[in-house]
């Protein structure tokens, strides 16, 4: 089973940044495709930013150009630098990891095509 372990939120000013990290149990970050999702106060989960196994990304546009998405897989943990940070990035953040038996081309963004989930890291952003 794998198990996915979020760090990094915390409360921000406008304008500042956070990093994010995701740190998974096992092979996760090479056998598997890794994605942050997010979901703001009375909002769904939407899809941020995602990692393939060969280390191609991609992000949603709201983060593009302020948010890099990064893996270090000899210590199977998936990054998040967020810049920029705006009141509207305020919202929990999960880490997710698709199943090691599936195989993806490219990053799926679809909350569905992932098999595993942390519990969250919360970001505040303030003005």
């Known amino acids: 089973q794998v198990q996915l372990v979020e760090s990094g939120g915390g409360s921000v000013q406008a304008g500042g940044s956070l990093r994010l990290s995701c740190a998974a149990s096992?092979?996760?970050?090479?056998?598997?495709?890794m994605a942050w999702f997010r979901q703001a106060p009375g909002k769904e989960r939407e899809f941020v930013s995602g990692i393939d196994t060969d280390g191609n990304s991609k992000y949603a546009d709201s983060v593009k150009g302020r948010f890099t998405i990064s893996k270090d897989n000899a210590k199977n943990t998936l990054y998040l630098q967020m810049n920029s940070l705006n009141l509207e990035d305020t919202a929990m953040y999960y880490c997710?990891?698709?199943?090691?038996?599936?195989?993806?081309?490219?990053?799926?963004?679809?909350?569905?095509?992932?098999?595993?989930w942390g519990h969250g890291t919360l970001v505040i952003v303030s003005s």
């Open positions: 997710a990891a698709t199943h090691e038996l599936r195989v993806f081309k490219g990053v799926p963004t679809r909350e569905g095509s992932f098999a595993y």
């Open positions: 096992k092979y996760t970050a090479t056998g598997a495709v």
